[in-house]
């Protein structure tokens, strides 16, 4: 089988599972599985970053937080509809990561990671400042009305499932279009040697911001979508921890692949939720195996599968 | 014609080219000569755009290019080879060639030339770069870099660390280049290497021109050499 019918087989796989799994599971698992998805779309944005292009941001909440507030702010006080909701905080997510990158990619390397990690503080802290619209820390409830989508009410579970799912199929199509594409290819260049991939006629710095931008986006869509599915909007999605999670998702799931984002995002949710049955020091469990899972697979999950099984895996 | 017309450029403040000024045609192999910490290399990287110039110009045929960003410089038709190789290394050996093809959207007819050129590659083209040999490694940088089609080559120290039979195939390769009209400029250590190839030999010392001479000349009378660079 050639690489580009596996990799369909494989994806087209995944997603046929997920959409089994709106009939078959049980209540529980359905809700998980929903905000699983949703979150490792967030993850995939951030692996275009880092796992594609070497760029380690420690800033990713900013994007995430531009999306949610994006949205949120214009469905509760513009009184836009849910639709166009999304679409302000998409963009807003774009115009937060074009103007992030044109700055932030004059340094590197450690100088990077301080510097986005500075800009999310610093969003943090804007949502913080304007407590009387974004509600601070406490956040805001989008109600049942600014939740209907197309005529479809994001509510109720089942529909809510279905949207996830929707978003998470179109973002998983779109970054395996993108890592097949030119320009996904130049971007793993500059992850293995950038002077290089300089040297060889490609503007780099203008390739990064693109890779920004895209990354940045598609977290800022995951941010709004997660508001909009959950109806709720808040100033903890903006801190600092929300700028760990998703490199610890990728890291865990594979940087650098397609599937990896969602295998580590749903991996981490379920060693947190299991551990969690028997201990109250479920931390504890999740640390030692975090540990473990570096030690003896650093690549990550997806990472093992293309170093053991299948090298051209996306 | 590339034309290094003047230069001055350097580390900081360490100037280390000094009014240097070269000159290659198409179809010709112009080396480069000189003591440890002479400026070869540097030379090198100030046409590369890679350091800025503080005095003088680079010219690709009359357009001055050294005030492009380096990978416009690149794009305007010069590939440059850096010593130590430098390879995607996680790559295989398919996906660096391709990354060169795909700078210009080149089609098959020319990874098939540069193949022509490396048969060894096209036995390993699944192969992670990482795992080729060093000569191998040298074939595949060269061969990525003319995937681009450059029509001037820099070369820093091609046969550095390689086996007898390594140094004759790439040199076979810098050859058949500049019959096909690639103008090449080529810093080696070795003497003999450079007699092999050269058409012109430049002398160079504390980053100036010392004097350029044919290496037919040089072969006759190796008095020159002596001078330039014996202890």
């Known amino acids: 089988m050639s690489d580009g019918a596996r990799s369909l087989a494989l994806h087209g796989a995944l997603l046929a599972l997920l959409l089994a799994g709106a009939f078959v599971l049980p209540a529980y698992h359905h809700g998980v599985l929903a905000r699983v998805m949703v979150l490792s779309v967030y993850a995939a944005g951030y692996n275009i970053m880092f796992g594609y292009t070497g760029l380690l941001s420690l800033g990713h909440a900013l994007f995430f937080a531009a999306g949610m507030y994006g949205m949120g702010l214009a469905v509760q006080h513009g009184g836009v509809t849910p639709a166009l909701g999304l679409l302000a905080g998409l963009g807003c997510g774009l115009a937060v990561a074009f103007a992030l990158g044109l700055l932030a990619l004059r340094t590197a390397g450690v100088a990077f990671m301080i510097v986005t990690l500075m800009f999310a503080q610093a969003g943090y802290l804007t949502v913080l400042y304007f407590g009387p619209y974004t509600r601070g820390d406490e956040g805001f409830v989008l109600q049942g009305a600014q939740r209907v989508l197309f005529g479809f009410d994001l509510s109720d579970a089942g529909v809510r499932y279905i949207a996830a799912l929707i978003l998470f199929a179109a973002v998983l199509v779109g970054v395996l279009a993108l890592v097949r594409s030119r320009f996904g290819r130049v971007l793993v260049a500059i992850r293995e040697n950038e002077e290089r991939a300089r040297m060889l006629g490609y503007d780099t710095f203008a390739h990064k911001l693109g890779a920004v931008v895209i990354s940045g986006g598609i977290a800022a869509l995951a941010g709004a979508a997660y508001g909009l599915l959950f109806g709720y909007v808040g100033a903890t999605f903006a801190s600092v921890q929300y700028s760990i999670f998703p490199l610890l998702w990728v890291l865990l799931g594979g940087a650098g692949t397609v599937i990896g984002p969602f295998l580590g995002t749903l991996f981490m949710f379920y060693l947190i939720d299991l551990s969690s049955g028997y201990t109250s020091a479920y931390m504890l469990i999740a640390g030692v195996v975090l540990v473990a899972l570096t030690l003896f697979a650093p690549q990550g999950l997806a990472g093992e599968l293309r170093r053991r099984i299948w090298r051209g895996l996306p | ?231």
Do not use: W
């Open chain 2, 1 to 231: 014609m590339l034309e290094i017309d003047r230069i001055d450029a350097g580390y900081g403040r360490a100037q280390v080219l000094r009014g240097l000024s070269l000159r290659i045609s198409p179809g010709e192999i112009l080396c480069l000569l000189g003591r440890n910490g002479a400026g070869k290399t540097t030379t090198m990287k100030a046409i590369m755009g890679l350091l800025p110039l503080t005095g003088g110009q680079v010219r690709l045929d009359g357009q001055v290019i050294s005030e492009l960003p380096a990978h416009r410089v690149a794009g305007a038709g010069i590939g440059y080879i850096p010593q130590g190789r430098r390879l995607f290394s996680e790559l295989t050996v398919a996906q660096n060639l391709e990354i060169g093809l795909r700078v210009k959207n080149s089609g098959p007819e020319v990874l098939e030339g540069v193949l022509e050129l490396f048969p060894r590659l096209r036995e390993r083209m699944g192969q992670r770069a990482q795992t080729l040999s060093g000569g191998e490694q040298q074939m595949l940088a060269t061969a990525r870099a003319l995937c681009v089609e450059p029509r001037y080559l820099l070369l820093d120290e091609p046969t550095e660390g390689l086996q007898p039979s390594m140094i004759e195939a790439i040199r076979q390769v810098v050859v058949v280049m500049r019959d096909r009209g690639v103008g090449v400029l080529l810093v080696e250590q070795r003497v003999d290497a450079v007699l092999s190839v050269a058409d012109r030999v430049a002398f160079i010392e504390n980053g100036r021109n010392l004097e350029t001479v044919a290496a037919d000349d040089l072969r006759r009378d190796h008095s020159v050499i002596e001078r330039h660079l014996g202890v």
